[in-house]
């Protein structure tokens, strides 16, 4: 979600109750991990989840799609 999102469930979210709490995490990778990121996925053990497929031209409709329909993997624009 984006920033706002994340920081309103962070803060009304022990209010509103739901007994799940949210932190928050920030990350800056190093050479190192993304060598070891890149391994992975070359090993075949890191497999990215489409959900969707558009082109370039239905930017709009991708658009909509990930805010309405709550995809379960990545949306994917092709050139």
Sequence with gaps: GSMGQIFRAMLL???MGGGKKAIALSAVPSGEDLTAVAGMIEAGEVCPV????????E???AM???EK???RGKVILTL
């Design 13 to 15: 979210g022990p209010v």
């Design 50 to 57: 489409i959900d969707a497929t558009y082109p370039l031209a």
């Design 59 to 61: 930017i709009a409709a």
């Design 64 to 66: 909509r799609y990930l």
């Design 69 to 71: 329909e709550h995809p």
